[in-house]
């Protein structure tokens, strides 16, 4: 196994910022554009399964 996996991701602008959430996971994360959410959910997901005994 490769250690990649897919997620879905949905992405709204609320007020000045971008919210980017991951229902699979229920995680989220912000940014000041769409690609910088993204970008940060993605580290945020990677940091979940760091601390996950997988």
């Known amino acids: 196994m490769d ?3 897919t997620f879905s ?10 919210v980017s959430w991951c229902p ?3 995680i989220a ?3 000041k554009s769409v690609e ?4 940060n ?3 945020a997901i990677e940091l ?3 601390d996950e005994d997988v």
């Not at 991701?9 to 971008?18: F, M, R």
């Not at 910088?36 to 970008?39: G, I, M, V």
């Open 48 to 50: 979940y399964f760091e």
């Open 36 to 39: 910088e959410a993204l970008n």
């Open 3 to 5: 250690g990649k996996a």
């Open 9 to 18: 991701s949905i992405v709204w602008k609320e007020e000045d910022l971008y």
């Open 29 to 31: 994360s912000q940014g």
């Open 41 to 43: 959910l993605k580290e």
């Open 24 to 26: 699979d996971l229920d």
